[in-house]
């Protein structure tokens, strides 16, 4: 809830500002890292456009693995986003995508 001169307003800056990520495809598993046994979460910051692409890629946490790494950001590279809202208008915003590789 958001407060504007004394009223009480329903809504949450954080949603409204925030984009989503689709169902895009999964990462492809490294072949060496699954040989070697590597797992680990990527957690990459992307600023996504108003219509939805990647713009930038950073990561904001490493997996351990550079190999888990740049498949993680080569995957998003590709990915199509739902871009955040300001009001009705579509507005670019980072979102942050955690990849998670595990085997199996």
Do not use: H
Not at 35 to 61: C, D, F, H, K, W
Not at 65 to 86: C, H, I, Q, T, Y
């Amino acid at each position: 809830m958001g407060r504007t001169r004394g009223c009480r307003c329903a809504f949450s800056w954080r949603s409204r500002f925030n984009a989503a990520y689709l169902d895009n495809p999964k990462p492809v598993y490294p072949a060496e890292a699954r040989r070697i046994g590597e797992q680990g979460t990527v957690l990459l910051r992307v600023y996504v456009s108003a219509i939805g692409t990647p713009e930038r890629i950073q990561a904001q946490r490493s997996s351990g693995s550079a190999r888990l790494d740049e498949a993680a950001n080569e995957a998003v590279r590709g990915w199509k986003f739902v871009p955040a809202m300001r009001g009705p208008e579509p507005v670019s915003a980072w979102v942050t995508v955690p990849i998670t590789f595990t085997l199996k």
